[in-house]
T-cell receptor, first 111, second 116 residues
């Protein structure tokens, strides 16, 4: 049972435009959500997170939106830069316990 | 930010041998460390959760006798793949969770294991 789903395996965006990465979840007990960025042959790097008591969290070019009723979250990157090209994983946890990861979305930012 | 290292970064071994992978938290004490496995083009799959000074908790389907985990100190956890076979070839990643990072895990750079 895949509790965290990233239905788009890849996304291609022009430099300077907005990148929107989506994530859906099924477990209503999840209370914390995170986005990680990963380059090949490297470990994931934490990007941004959001608690279930919020619906938006912003950090520089990165904004995460949470829609609890739809069990959906999204990561917005504005403006997109070529260095943002990587695999993006969303993850969720219940009360700080183990993270459940989505399958990842490959983002390619074209210059 | 918190730094987690892994050693070795890659290893090639013969079938039947055992391989030890180290995970260290360099600038914080990790009460909990996690071991993940990633197959090509797939997500990170949690293998086990390791708490300092106690036995690891393994996820369903992960053989504890094959993947031995030791968390002897607050800065070091080891994963030993015993009697490795080609199907164990994968990318193994550890992460650490300290007192001050309730929900955030800091990941190591990963170890690429190839079993011939």
């Amino acid at each position: 049972d895949q509790q965290v789903k990233q239905n788009s395996p890849s996304l291609s965006v022009q430099e300077g435009r907005i990148s929107i990465l989506n994530c859906d979840y099924t477990n209503s007990m999840f209370d914390y959500f995170l986005w990680y960025k990963k380059y090949p042959a490297e470990g994931p790097t934490f990007l941004i997170s959001i608690s279930s008591i919020k619906d938006k969290n912003e950090d520089g070019r990165f904004t995460v939106f949470l829609n609890k009723s739809a069990k959906h979250l999204s990561l917005h990157i504005v403006p997109s830069q070529p260095g943002d090209s990587a695999v993006y994983f969303c993850a969720a946890s219940v009360q700080g316990n183990k993270l459940v990861f989505g399958a990842g979305t490959i983002l390619r930012v074209k210059s | 930010g918190a730094v987690v290292s892994q050693h070795p970064s890659w290893v090639i071994c013969k079938s039947g041998t055992s391989v030890k992978i180290e995970c260290r938290s360099l600038d914080f004490q990790a009460t909990t460390m996690f071991w993940y496995r990633q197959f090509p083009k797939q997500s990170l799959m949690l293998m086990a959760t390791s708490n300092e000074g106690s036995k690891a908790t393994y996820e369903q389907g992960v053989e504890k006798d094959k993947f031995l985990i030791n968390h002897a100190s607050l800065t070091l956890s080891t994963l030993t793949v015993t009697s490795a076979h080609p199907e164990d070839s994968s990318f193994y990643i550890c992460s650490a969770h300290g007192h001050g990072s309730y929900n955030e895990q800091f990941f190591g750079p990963g170890t690429r294991l190839t079993v011939l």
